[in-house]
């Protein structure tokens, strides 16, 4: 499946890639405005569920909209930007998609699916990804001698 992307580009060479989208809402060249729907939720590209992956980055060359993917000069992990509430540790979340895969590392094995509504504890995070615990089954889940993660776009973490 190709993949469906799309990349903003802001002031000074900084771009944001909105990527793995079932549809796109914009074309190249648009303008586009704050809170403004640009595409939609999916899992096209190389994926197992439906997500967005999010990147913030820097380009000195602007974009081929006509060439193949292209790469950032240099990727910000947004989680560690200097800007709003730092997430605060253990809290409660909920699986907010369909399914959400607990892996054993970020981007591992997947060990278990988790349906929607699913409740875990997010206990830290790592990049884009939370450390999980939780009970299945009658089996602890995420202890320290067998981690379990899934990706914070899966989750619901008020």
């Not at 405005?33 to 997500?51: E, F, M």
């Not at 910000?76 to 540790?89: E, Q, S, T, V, W």
């Amino acid at each position: 499946m190709i993949e469906r992307e799309v990349v903003v580009r802001h002031e000074g060479n900084v771009y944001t890639r909105y990527a793995h989208l079932s549809a796109i809402a914009v074309k190249a060249g648009d303008n586009v405005a704050l809170g403004q729907r640009i595409g939609a939720l999916g899992n096209s590209g190389l994926s197992d569920g439906p997500h967005l992956r999010f990147e913030l980055g820097k380009r000195s060359a602007p974009f081929n909209v006509c060439g193949a993917p292209q790469n950032f000069d240099k990727v910000h992990n947004p989680a560690k930007l200097p800007y709003g509430r730092a997430a605060r540790f253990p809290r409660g979340c909920k699986v907010a998609t369909s399914t959400a895969n607990v892996r054993s590392a970020p981007n591992g094995t997947v060990l278990k699916v988790l349906n929607a509504g699913a409740s875990v504890q997010a206990n830290r995070a790592e990049g884009t990804w939370y450390a999980v615990s939780f009970r299945l089954g009658g089996k602890d889940w995420g202890t320290a001698t067998e981690p379990a993660y899934v990706h914070s776009s899966q989750l619901s973490c008020p």
